[in-house]
């Protein structure tokens, strides 16, 4: 079997990517420090390693023939990434050039890695290619461009494929942590108290893509020859701006009321992907529409609030 090492394997996307590894008869080792991730999530079949990798001796830890790295771990907050703009670094940066480093000496055949939307920073109401320029606004988009550029610094002894991943959403996410995930934030307060407190204006808008969607792309990345040293966005194409996500999640909890309060740092204004590379090199487009995603979300979330 294929040995496949997935970071952040706690977390929302890398539990998810874990489990359609081990079902497709990989063996999956799986790191995760469990800052942000949980032990729960962790699917069965998983070889876990707790540790945290930006540490040198969590690196000696990993074995020594794994064929593929999948970099999902690290913070994942543009908010919170303001609070620690150096632990940003160390977690998103450092644990990248960590394992660059650790997949040249042990002979990967590539890193995927979990890169983002944040690197685009402003941009114009239409749809963003990968050969934007990018001008990120956030302490978490500066370190995901600045990985992509040790990345490519590499590319020759690591090959690598970087996701840029636009708002995914759906079964697992996060409820507690209210500062990342606009869908997650959203749907739990309106489980919760009722009250959706948005920081920004309605007009601001997202390219919202369901998880399941993006697990596939990760497959596909993982796969196939084409997206080699490739940056990839990984989204939908469909502009929804916050007053349409509100509504719709008001049409699924008609008790629900939302009020604007505040702004958040370094937050976009509005973005969404231009998704012919994505469909160029990995032969996929997302299906699941946000109404039936969230339709979907809604009812694990029930379960877990």
Known sequence: MDKILITGVGGFIGSHVARRFLAEGCSVVGVDDLSGGKRENIPDGVQFIQGDLKDPATIKRLPTDCRQ????AGQSSGEISFDDPVADLEMNVISTLRLIDYGIRHGAERIIYASSMSVYGSVPDAPISESHNAKP????????LSS???????????????????????????????RQGMVSIYLAQALVSGRIEVKGSLERFRDFIY?????EAW???????????NVINIGTGIRTSVSELLRSIHDLLPNSTSFICGSTMGDQSGIYSNTDTMRNLLGYEATTRLDRGLQVFLAAARAQI
């Open 219 to 229: 497959y596909r990345a993982s796969t196939r020859s084409e997206p080699i040293n």
């Open 137 to 144: 606004l956030s302490c978490y988009g500066v370190g995901k």
């Open 211 to 215: 998880i399941d969607d993006v697990v």
């Open 148 to 178: 992509e550029g040790y990345l490519r610094v590499y590319q020759n002894r690591l090959p690598f494929v970087a996701m840029r991943m636009f708002n995914v959403y759906g079964p697992g996410q996060d409820l507690r942590n209210l």
């Open 69 to 72: 790295i999948l970099h999902l």
